[in-house]
Each structure stands twice: as C-alpha cells, then as structure tokens.
T-cell receptor
Framework: GAVVSQHPSRVICKSGTSVKIECRSL??????MFWYRQFPKQSLMLMATSNEGSKATYEQGVEKDKFLINHASLTLSTLTVTSAHPEDSSFYIC???????????????FGNGTRLTVT | AQSVAQPEDQVNVAEGNPLTVKCTYSVSGNPYLFWYVQYPNRGLQFLLKYITGDNLVKGSYGFEAEFNKSQTSFHLKKPSALVSDSALYFCAVRAPGGNTDKLIFGTGTRLQVFP
C-alpha cells in the first residue's frame, strides 16, 4: 500500500531557530500533500495544502511566513518552522493522497508525525 | 460549512464486548465519510470510508460503520473489541464536488478496551 514517510519523528530546538520537517511519498507520486497540526487531546487542524511546483495554500489564521512549505518534487514536501517559539511546540503530521486509486475518494495516507519541542 | 461531531471524548469497553464510536456530520449534498485510527505518537491510519452504495461499510481490523442518512450519522462499530483496539479514532468528512480535497476531522474519541 501507499506509504508516506515523515522525518524527523522528534526534534527539540531552541527558541529562535528554524526546523525543517520532510514528508515523502515512497511508492506513489503526490501532487498534493497536506500539513496538519495536532495539539494534545485535540483534533487535527489543517494548516496548508502543498502543491507540487506551485505555492502552498494556507488555511485561515496560519502564518505563511512562519510555516514555509516547499513542494519541489512529486514525492517530497517540506515544512519549515521559522524562528520557532515554545508555542509552536506541537505534533505535525503530513499526508498525501494516491490519486491513482479512486482519485479524490482515495483515502489519505499519513506520515507518522513529528513532535516538535521548542525550548 | 461541513462539519463532523464526535460527541464522546472517551469510550470504555471490556474486551470481547461490542463497541460503538459515534460520529454525526453536517454537510450539504451527499457526504464522503471516513474513519481513521491513531496510535500514540503516530500518524493516522485509514480504517474505512463511505462514498456510495451499501450503508454498512466494512473496513480494516474487523471494523465496520453504518451510514444513516436520516440521522446524519456514521458510527464506527466492531462486534468484539480487542485490547489492541485501544487508540484514538477520528471521523472525517469531505464535501463532494468542486476541487476541494480537504478532510474535516472530528475531535476524536479515545477508545479504551479493558482486559
């Protein structure tokens, strides 16, 4: 089945530094990837839709200059948290859809998430 | 706007007993509904989906869900719970039509199966 690999699984960084999270589709091409953020005991919040070869589409309230998304190839999207602060500490999850299945009705495949802790 | 509600934060059930995790939705038009499961510090895994057809959908790990249009519900069920089913379960909906590809997730229900 389709596999999405996310790296790193955990990262601790100091306040003010930047952190890059990678999301790769291992056995399918993903023209679109999605980045979610999950707070403790809460649901997933869609942050942005990453489009290969074009700008990402950000959800309302998400700072695009803080959460930089790059989708340079059909198998890789990156999320960079710039000038991280403790309030950015969260669980970040990427996902992608294998449109070769049932198109938009195909299920999303999720990475295992990245737990970011900003000290 | 489309939305999904999971009224229970937690469901407790004894191993071997049937389980139900509730989900109701609000969407214009015919809904596309999904259930996902999340284990600790992991991403979500797809369990099952309803697009069209039979109201009873069978999915992974022995789970099934029943689509009820009149009650706008899509409850997740399993006839006999296992301790290993303990996890966080999310219901999600995608509105049909257009080019939107977003899933709207419920707030999640933590299932605890006791031996």
């Amino acid at each position: 089945g389709a596999v999405v690999s996310q790296h790193p699984s955990r990262v601790i960084c100091k306040s003010g530094t930047s952190v890059k999270i990678e999301c790769r589709s291992l056995d399918f091409q993903a023209t679109t990837m999605f980045w979610y953020r999950q707070f403790p005991k809460q649901s997933l919040m869609l942050m942005a839709t990453s489009n290969e070869g074009s700008k990402a589409t950000y959800e309302q309230g998400v700072e695009k200059d803080k959460f930089l998304i790059n989708h340079a190839s059909l198998t890789l999207s990156t999320l960079t948290v710039t000038s991280a602060h403790p309030e950015d500490s969260s669980f970040y999850i990427c996902s992608a859809r294998d449109y070769g299945g049932n198109g938009y009705n195909s299920p999303l495949h999720f990475g295992n998430g990245t737990r970011l802790t900003v000290t | 706007a489309q939305s999904v509600a999971q009224p229970e934060d937690q469901v407790n059930v004894a191993e071997g007993n049937p389980l139900t995790v509730k989900c109701t939705y609000s969407v214009s038009g015919n809904p596309y509904l999904f259930w996902y499961v999340q284990y600790p510090n992991r991403g979500l895994q797809f369990l099952l989906k309803y697009i069209t057809g039979d109201n009873l959908v069978k999915g992974s790990y022995g789970f099934e869900a029943e689509f009820n249009k009149s009650q706008t519900s899509f409850h997740l069920k399993k006839p006999s719970a296992l301790v290993s089913d303990s996890a966080l379960y999310f219901c999600a909906v995608r509105a049909p039509g257009g080019n939107t590809d977003k899933l709207i997730f419920g707030t999640g229900t933590r299932l605890q199966v006791f031996p």
